[in-house]
């Protein structure tokens, strides 16, 4: 079986677009992953996409060319980009075709998100009582986070201040206005650990990867990467999840362990191995959480690791660095799939200010989301 | 009382001098559920009304639909909400009453409180569960 290489890769800078649809900005992400692989559409096989407010993926063959090739709509919540890429991985690596897309975008309506109760298998009173916010969740997942460990709000700025100075450096980011440590700690408060700061929002984007099996990829392109490891996971049994009216006292691991061990099992490696990552950040306390839950620290070190940089652009693990979710915000069926742009873009060494030095070799994605599902890949050169 | 109704069938039970929330437990797992699950191999539990606060936050803004406390900002108050362990059974998502943001404490014992919340278009108040520091510490 061939490995599987990325040879093309397009964005839509994220934020907000007036008078561009969602699905147009996919149009324009996939369009630059062609031209970024010197390819026409007519050369793709195959295509995976979604968004989860901004309508059907395959929509897009009316822009790009009605070749009649298979374009699988996917709508998998948080995960759906992570899912199309995965769906990608495994088309190329059966040998049913040579060369495919995965494209994820959105666009959301401003403000937290609004949730329908009876989508997600509750009862309306639920939604109608105040409890069904995800903002909630994450408040309240890293309050007992930081009781437990003895991570302080100190650290929760720390990780918005860092995303903001990668934005900055991020001509696709949205927020690229640096925000001070103080500011941070002192906006309105949202919900308790976390200001307003420390959030991610709702936002639009899109981005476009083309992938094809790893022995023709030099036909493409002088820079090929490889897709090395990639697994999804959903919720076992224990872990804390966003709109649970109950949960067990017995407390398990999260989704995103699973899919981080069945990602390095694939990938054959080690924590050791990864030179930068990009973990899901939906606010900055899930940054923290999700260093410990995807095994690159023991629970309770980020405090320490935080304050001595290792998590900057210059330091040992650099996380995030085209600004996360915090400062790109999150049009949730393209979020997954920037996460592995910016890594191709930084293992082609071609991230500019926001370069990693010492030319790093591997990186390490990490989606999360609602209602408890997971995503993780390992990209190499 | 007969203006009063709970916001929701088979939550806890109302009218009483001692309501509690309703669960169930899966008799081959023994596992707990909130709310009840109805299935031939779950049996409906009254829970605990005691227990302790696991986690908590605060909603400082006005949820979007399908939030019916108000759909006016200026009557919005922002609310405390949390976890509860009930003992040897389940933890419980529940807004928090009678207790100020500062005063909220992991661990802080919490009970059970039925709470008014909005009146529906019959002009009946629509009860909802609530926990607030229990009384007797």
């Known amino acids: 079986m061939s490995d599987v290489a990325i040879i093309g890769i397009g964005i839509h800078p994220f934020g907000r677009t007036e008078g561009m649809s969602g699905l147009q900005q996919g149009v324009h992400a996939a369009r630059e992953a062609l031209s970024d692989a010197e390819m026409e559409w007519k050369d793709v096989q195959f295509a995976f996409g979604g968004s989860s407010a901004a309508g059907n993926a395959d929509a897009m063959v009316n822009d790009l060319g009605l070749t009649g090739i298979p374009f699988m709509n996917v709508s998998n919540g948080c995960a759906t980009g992570g899912s199309s890429l995965l769906s990608a991985y495994t088309t190329i690596k059966s ?62 700025a720390i990780v918005a201040e860092k995303a903001f100075n990668n ?85 398990g691991p999260s989704p995103t362990v699973g ?73 949730v069926g393209a979020s997954g799939l920037r996460q592995v742009f910016e890594n191709c873009v930084q293992l082609r060494g071609a991230a500019g200010k926001r370069q990693v030095q010492g030319n790093p070799k591997t990186a390490y994605t990490h989606v999360y989301g609602a209602p408890g599902i997971s995503a993780c890949t390992i990209i190499t050169t | 009382m007969s203006n009063q109704k709970p916001i929701a069938d088979n939550l806890f039970t109302w009218p009483s001098d001692q ?78 009453v009678d207790v100020r943001a500062e005063d909220l404490k992991i661990g802080m014992e919490m009970e059970l409180s039925i709470e008014p919340f909005v009146k529906n278009e019959n002009g009946e108040e629509l009860m909802i569960f609530s926990f607030k520091p229990s009384q007797d510490s």
Request: charged share 25%; glycine share 10%.
């Open chain 2, 19 to 96: 309501p509690k929330l309703l669960g169930s437990r899966d008799t081959e797992t023994g596992r707990y559920f909130f709310p009840a699950k109805r299935s031939n191999t779950h049996e409906q539990i009254e829970l605990s009304t005691k227990g302790k606060l696991w986690t908590w936050t605060v909603q400082r803004f006005m949820p979007k639909t399908p939030y019916i406390g108000t759909d006016n900002p200026e009557d919005f108050e922002p609310y405390p909400v949390g976890y509860i362990e009930l003992p040897g059974q389940i933890m419980v998502e529940s807004r928090l």
């Open chain 1, 167 to 251: 934005a900055s450096l991020n001509p696709n980011a949205w927020r690229r206005d640096p925000v001070s440590k103080d500011t941070i700690l002192n906006a309105t408060m949202v919900s308790d650990p976390l200001t307003k700061y420390m959030f991610c929002s709702p936002a639009e984007g899109a981005v476009a990867l083309i992938m094809c099996r790893a022995d023709i990829a030099h036909k493409y392109t002088s820079k090929p990467l490889f897709l090395k490891g990639a697994a999804f996971r959903s919720r076992p049994l224990g872990s804390f999840e966003v709109f649970s009216p109950s949960l067990e006292i017995e407390r």
């Open chain 1, 259 to 331: 899919a981080s061990e069945a990602t390095f099992e694939m990938a054959g490696m080690n924590r050791e191995d990864i030179d930068l990552a990009q973990l899901q950040d939906t606010e900055s306390g899930a940054e923290i959480m999700h260093m410990a839950e995807n095994g690159f620290c023991k629970d309770g070190d980020q405090e320490k690791l935080l304050h001595d940089g290792h998590t900057m652009i210059n330091g040992k693990l650099p996380v995030n660095t085209d600004g996360g979710c915090i400062a790109n915000g999150e049009p």
């Open chain 1, 95 to 156: 040998g049913q075709f040579d060369i495919g897309m995965a494209v994820g975008f959105d666009k959301h309506p401003r403000g937290a998100f609004n949730a329908d109760p009876e989508a997600s298998g509750l009862e309306k009173w639920y939604g109608e009582t105040g409890l069904m916010l995800t903002t909630q969740f994450f408040g309240m997942k890293i309050q007992r986070y930081m009781h437990d460990y003895g991570i302080t709000s100190d650290s929760l």
